[in-house]
């Protein structure tokens, strides 16, 4: 069999292949607590749910425009204009099924083959994943422990050269739960006016936030025209087999953005886009208590983590992950890397978590070793998954 070449240069999301060792470990009978899945635990508030239904017994269940229903692109334009402090109208908006694809159609939109991408690293593998497949030139941006998981602004500027066309943020972020701070975003606003460069800043856990507001660069000078949000209801909304995501954007971006759609998936699911508007304009109150379970669950994880030899644990201050320092564990246990703690971890604790390698090659000089942990399970598995750690780890 033969296939395009284009094939080899598309990547994978590691992390569902740890997701399927532990499906197939748990369906041996093996009682396995993970720390695996990036996903709220929590189920969709039930006035979504309603008004999904309701949407179906009204018949809205034909095909809508590729760029999204009008009356959903103005309430999300309503929502981001509030949200972000920014004026958005309803044609630079465009919905998706799930934020991911706005990924795909903005590297596809955006980047010639052979121009550079500027990264996070760790971060999302789709992003380096789906700029290789268009013959672009990934280029990671380590993100630093010791800057609470932010990057190095100046070192970002070294990193851009004259075929650089885009720069993705995350934040918070994916895997740290590290932030970028106003200053970092200024810093970061003034490169991409002074380069012409594009921004991707992915805002998909813009509401998991412990304390403090969100900022997006979008609102900085000069950078409205220049920004793709990224945001969407996977997280926000506990609603990840949904499917439900957008964009926002220049108009003219978005017009290319919908003619991508056209060709792929023709528009998002119809009826899912009435809840979608509930969701934005409804009660907020579950997404509040939400956050709030999320915040005692990463103090609990934490200091938890922080109690196990060899393991030391940042407090983020958003999304529903931490992103421990495992290098000392490791040598303590004769260990080359955090895969095999993680594998140790998997096979002899029956805890799984992600090794920092499912978010990225290591940059250069990079020597510490980290996991990822999600905390978006109940705090008795937290309890139960940290002391089966603490025994394989200080046995
Ligand atoms: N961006 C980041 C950083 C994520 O972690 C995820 C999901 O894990 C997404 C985007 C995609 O979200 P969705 O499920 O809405 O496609």
Redesign the pocket.
């Known amino acids: 069999m033969k296939f395009a070449k284009r094939l080899n240069f598309l990547g994978i999301e590691n992390a569902f292949e740890v997701l399927a060792e532990v499906t197939k470990l748990k369906a041996q009978g093996r009682d396995i607590i993970s720390f695996a899945i990036?996903?709220p635990d929590f189920d969709t508030p039930a006035n979504i749910k309603e008004a999904c239904i309701k949407a179906i017994q009204a018949n809205h269940t034909h095909y809508g425009p590729s760029a999204g229903l009008p009356a959903l692109r103005e309430t999300i334009a309503a929502y981001i204009a509030k949200t972000r402090g920014i004026s958005v109208s309803a044609d630079e908006v465009v919905v998706t099924p799930?934020?991911?694809?706005i990924?795909y159609y903005i590297i596809h939109a955006l980047v010639d083959p052979g121009d550079e991408v500027l990264y996070p690293n760790p971060?999302?593998p789709?992003y380096e994943s789906v700029t290789n497949f268009v013959g672009g030139k990934p280029v990671p941006v380590p993100l630093l422990e010791a800057k609470e998981f932010s990057l190095d602004t100046d070192y970002l500027r070294s990193l851009i050269t004259p075929k650089t066309k885009l720069i993705i943020l995350?934040s918070p972020?994916?895997p740290t739960g590290g932030m970028l701070t106003p200053a970092d975003l200024k810093a970061i606003a003034a490169m991409a006016v002074e380069h012409d460069l594009w921004v991707l800043s992915?805002e998909?856990?813009s509401r998991v936030l412990y304390s403090g507001e969100f900022h997006s660069i979008s609102a900085l000078p000069g950078m409205k025209e220049r920004t793709i949000i990224?945001d969407?209801?996977?997280?926000t909304y506990a609603m990840?087999g949904w499917?439900?995501?957008y964009g926002v954007m220049p108009s003219a971006l978005a017009t290319w953005v919908s003619r991508l759609i056209t060709n792929n998936e023709s528009c998002t699911n119809t009826f899912i886009q009435y809840a979608a508007i509930e969701a934005l304009t409804g009660p907020q109150d579950a997404t509040a208590a939400m956050v709030r379970e999320f915040k005692a669950r990463r103090d609990l994880i934490v200091d938890g983590l922080n109690s196990i030899k060899g393991f030391s644990c940042k407090l983020p201050n958003g999304a529903f992950y931490v992103f421990p320092n495992v290098t000392q564990a490791c040598r303590n246990l004769g260990l080359p890397d955090a895969k095999a703690l993680q594998q140790l971890l998997l096979h002899e604790g029956n805890v799984a978590v992600l090794p920092r390698t499912s978010f990225g090659v290591k940059n250069i000089g990079e020597t510490e070793e980290y996991v990822r942990f999600s905390y978006a399970t109940s705090r008795e598995n937290i309890i139960e998954g940290l002391k089966r750690i603490k025994a394989v780890v200080e046995k």
Do not use: A, H, W
């Open positions: 990036g996903e799930g934020g991911k694809p990924i971060g999302f789709i995350n972020q994916n992915d998909i856990y990224l969407g209801f996977s997280k990840t499917r439900l995501g």
